[in-house]
């Protein structure tokens, strides 16, 4: 079975600062990760994935996880949070182990707030 | 065309009756998929297509649902005897390939279900 955990509901932070939104995900083999982000009313647009090779990955936007193994982590971060990255955040884990079926399994999601 | 689209963007609907989404994917990707948003929550896988045909149908919620995708393209979700419970936004996905690969999928902005 695959999981993911985004163990925060809401992030606050102030412009200029930087962000992390939190993310650990459960498989049997090896995962694929993905970062969406979802504003208001509309479908979720695609940030950044983790397939293989460095663990630090960037995206769109400035964003950037990394794939921590050990810890089963895919945080995703941010050096400097802009008001218009005020969102809701979604991380999701395919498994890699064919036995593990078609689907992309997303956490609940993480609603970040920046302030001004 | 340049990204998912799904018709009708909002749907109202009584209960008990029958309704249909529809969802043209990217241009080229042969994998199509069927996710499912309620409030507050994460999408929830429903089915993939690769091609023409259903490959995993296990995220379907019961046989009052079904989705088609006939010519490989251009697919329909079909919900009969629709109930309260199934207000949500219906979400399609597409990418280039499908299967275990690690290909982003992309979303269209959804269609708003709302059962009355």
């Known amino acids: 079975a695959q999981s993911v955990a985004q163990p925060e509901d809401q992030v606050n932070v102030a412009e200029g600062n930087p962000l992390t939104v939190k993310c650990t995900y459960s498989?049997?083999?090896?995962?694929?990760l993905f970062w969406y982000v979802q504003y208001p009313n509309r479908g979720l647009q695609f940030l950044l994935k983790?397939?293989?090779?460095?663990?630090l990955v960037k995206g769109s936007y400035g964003f950037e996880a990394e794939f921590n193994k050990s810890q089963t982590s895919f945080h995703l971060k941010k050096p400097s949070a802009l008001v218009s990255d005020s969102a809701l955040y979604f991380c999701a884990v395919r498994d890699m182990d064919s036995n593990s079926g078609y689907a992309l399994n997303f956490g609940k999601g993480t609603s970040l707030l920046v302030t001004p | 065309g340049a990204g998912v689209s799904q018709t009708p963007s909002n749907k109202v609907t009584e209960k008990g009756k029958y309704v249909e989404l529809r969802c043209d994917p990217i241009s080229g990707h042969t994998a199509l998929y069927w996710y499912r948003q309620s409030l507050g929550q994460g999408p929830e896988f429903l089915i993939y297509f690769q091609g023409t045909g259903a490959a995993d149908d296990s995220g379907l919620p019961n046989d009052r649902f079904f989705a088609v995708r006939p010519e490989g393209s251009v697919s329909t979700l079909k919900i009969q005897r629709t109930e309260r419970g199934d207000s949500a936004v219906y979400l399609c996905a597409s990418s280039l390939n499908g299967g275990y690969s690690g290909n982003t999928i992309y979303f269209g902005e959804g269609s708003w279900l709302t059962v009355v």
């Open positions: 983790y397939i293989t090779g460095d663990n």
């Open positions: 498989v049997s083999g090896n995962p694929y």
